[in-house]
């Protein structure tokens, strides 16, 4: 049986310390990862909501609102053929 002493790593990403936990070094252990994580819990996190897995990611499209002209995103793929709308003209527009 191996003893986990709780390890102090360096961040890949932002280079801050997080600790790698006994718990956690057990999980890895469990699911038979040899290598310790990485990042820190922030930027894992970040990593898997950039994959679109995280939860409540949603991806955001580039567009120009038809009305005024501005940059905004939108959460759906402008079709091209309907006009978009930035958050403000979009409540102009449903009055
Ligand atoms: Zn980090
Ligand atoms: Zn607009």
């Known amino acids: 049986m191996t003893m986990f002493t709780e390890q102090n790593l360096t961040c890949a990403d932002c280079g801050v310390e997080f600790a790698f936990t006994v718990s956690e ?6 699911k038979g990862f040899n290598n310790p994580p990485r990042r820190c819990k922030t930027c894992r996190a970040a990593a898997k909501a950039n994959r679109g897995e995280g939860r409540g990611a949603r991806e955001m499209f580039e567009v120009t609102c038809s009305s005024c002209g501005v940059q905004t995103q939108v959460p759906f793929k402008p079709s091209g053929s309907r006009p978009v709308f930035c958050h403000d003209c979009f409540q102009k527009e449903a009055r």
Not at 25 to 30: V, W
């Open 25 to 30: 070094q057990e999980f890895y252990a469990e």
